[in-house]
């Protein structure tokens, strides 16, 4: 039922943004629908966090210090004064 409700309100997007306009990148020029526009370019956002996300997640694991055994001994203070008695 989900799938055919974002069908419908794909459909009436594109159908209602159908009006063509150009668009000039660099040295390339087209003519594209305003709905190609808008959706290609939540694709590239989209794609571009998601890596943005992975890439940032990733140097934060590799930031964090690794966790190290302590010597219960020199942790605890009162074990500590009953050792040199």
């Known amino acids: 039922m989900l ?3 974002l069908v419908v309100i794909a459909t009436v997007f594109a159908i209602q943004n159908s009006i ?4 000039k990148l660099f040295f390339w020029d087209a003519e594209l629908s305003v709905a190609v ?3 290609f370019s939540l694709a ?7 890596l943005f996300s ?3 997640r990733d140097s934060a694991k590799k ?3 690794k966790a190290v055994a302590e010597d219960p001994v ?8 009953s050792a040199k008695v």
């Open 74 to 81: 020199k942790s605890d203070p009162k074990k500590n004064e």
């Open 54 to 56: 992975i890439r940032g």
């Open 20 to 23: 063509k306009v150009p668009v």
């Open 3 to 5: 799938v055919i409700i």
């Open 63 to 65: 930031k964090e210090p």
């Open 44 to 50: 590239t956002g989209a794609i571009l966090g998601i």
């Open 37 to 39: 526009i808008i959706v």
